[in-house]
């Protein structure tokens, strides 16, 4: 056995040192609340420091289901232009409901349904009653933030202009 697992450590070693600084990473797959998503940024200032140069962000998924409507709200952080998440820095709330009207010009009405990694609140957040509307194939305004099909989860770089 002691053979093998030095063979393995060495065989890793090995590989470790041929992969290139700039090859990327494999892709894994995406999280439930990515498929079919529309992305969307909004400022999280109440996690920002005193102090501290860093930024927080959510990081929303909305999934449009027919009238069903989920959002998926992650803390992120923007360090030196960087965007960047982390198990550690927070947790994801979601929320589920339903559009009353129409994505042409209707209504999302959320209730908390949870958040992984967060302490649980100690009564529920207030439901969220928002204006959604279809700005273009790909965009929707669900109150004040955009959404994006066309945006990526977890982009390298900080939102601009939120």
């Given at each position: 056995?002691?053979?093998?697992?030095?063979?393995?450590?060495?065989?890793?070693?090995?590989?470790?040192?041929?992969?290139?600084?700039?090859?990327?990473?494999p892709?894994?797959?995406?999280?439930?609340?990515?498929?079919?998503?529309?992305?969307?940024?909004?400022?999280?200032?109440?996690?920002?420091?005193?102090?501290?140069?860093?930024?927080?962000?959510?990081?929303?998924?909305?999934?449009?289901?027919?009238?069903?409507?989920?959002?998926?709200?992650?803390?992120?952080?923007?360090?030196?232009?960087?965007?960047?998440?982390?198990?550690?820095?927070?947790?994801?709330?979601?929320?589920?409901?339903?559009?009353?009207?129409?994505?042409?010009?209707?209504?999302?009405?959320?209730?908390?349904?949870?958040?992984?990694?967060?302490?649980?609140?100690a009564?529920?957040?207030?439901?969220?009653?928002?204006?959604?509307?279809?700005?273009?194939?790909?965009?929707?305004?669900?109150?004040s933030?955009?959404?994006?099909?066309?945006?990526?989860?977890?982009?390298?770089?900080?939102?601009?202009?939120?």
């Amino acid at each position: 056995m002691k053979g093998l697992t030095g063979f393995v450590l060495v065989a890793t070693l090995y590989a470790c040192a041929l992969a290139r600084a700039d090859e990327t990473p494999p892709l894994r797959p995406p999280l439930p609340w990515h498929v079919n998503a529309y992305i969307g940024f909004e400022r999280a200032a109440e996690f920002d420091q005193a102090g501290m140069p860093e930024r927080w962000y959510y990081q929303n998924a909305l999934q449009i289901e027919g009238a069903r409507v989920k959002l998926h709200k992650q803390t992120v952080v923007c360090k030196a232009g960087r965007l960047y998440s982390s198990e550690g820095d927070g947790g994801a709330m979601s929320y589920e409901g339903e559009m009353l009207g129409s994505l042409e010009e209707g209504r999302a009405v959320l209730r908390y349904a949870g958040c992984d990694q967060c302490i649980p609140p100690a009564t529920a957040p207030e439901p969220l009653n928002l204006p959604i509307r279809r700005v273009s194939p790909s965009v929707i305004l669900l109150g004040s933030v955009s959404y994006s099909r066309e945006a990526e989860p977890y982009p390298k770089h900080c939102p601009s202009g939120v």
